[in-house]
Nanobody, 121 residues
């Protein structure tokens, strides 16, 4: 099995910063793409940022220039540095990993349990 554990969420004032982490563990042969998604109350889950195994990144327009996604392949961990936070960034943030569990298996997507980010004064 594969587990993704997020950390780093919390309450922050507008204009503040947070850094989210998501560590993957378990039966992992290889990790391809990693990503962060978020879901606000009453809204659908939406993409925030993704990063490929080669380090190419993609961001939602709403977070470009404010958020930075990165990964540490040795630690099977993905990060999301969030700066200049706005109240509209308030949501539960989930990480997603595309994982191959062995040489003989294909790729599967795994989700973390989510971490709450609240931006409020």
């Amino acid at each position: 099995q594969v587990q993704l554990v997020e950390s780093g969420g919390g309450l922050v004032q507008p204009g503040g910063s947070l850094r989210l982490s998501c560590a993957a563990s378990g039966s992992i042969f290889s990790i391809n793409d990693l990503g962060w998604y978020r879901q606000a109350p009453g809204k659908q889950r939406e993409l925030v940022a993704t990063i490929t195994s080669g380090g190419s990144t993609n961001y939602a327009d709403s977070v470009k220039g404010r958020f930075t996604i990165s990964r540490d392949n040795a630690k099977n961990t993905v990060y999301l540095q969030m700066n200049s936070l706005k109240p509209e960034d308030t949501a539960v943030y989930y990480c997603l990993a595309e994982v191959r569990r062995s040489y003989y298996t294909g790729w599967s997507n795994y989700w973390g349990q989510g971490t709450q980010v609240t931006v409020s004064s």
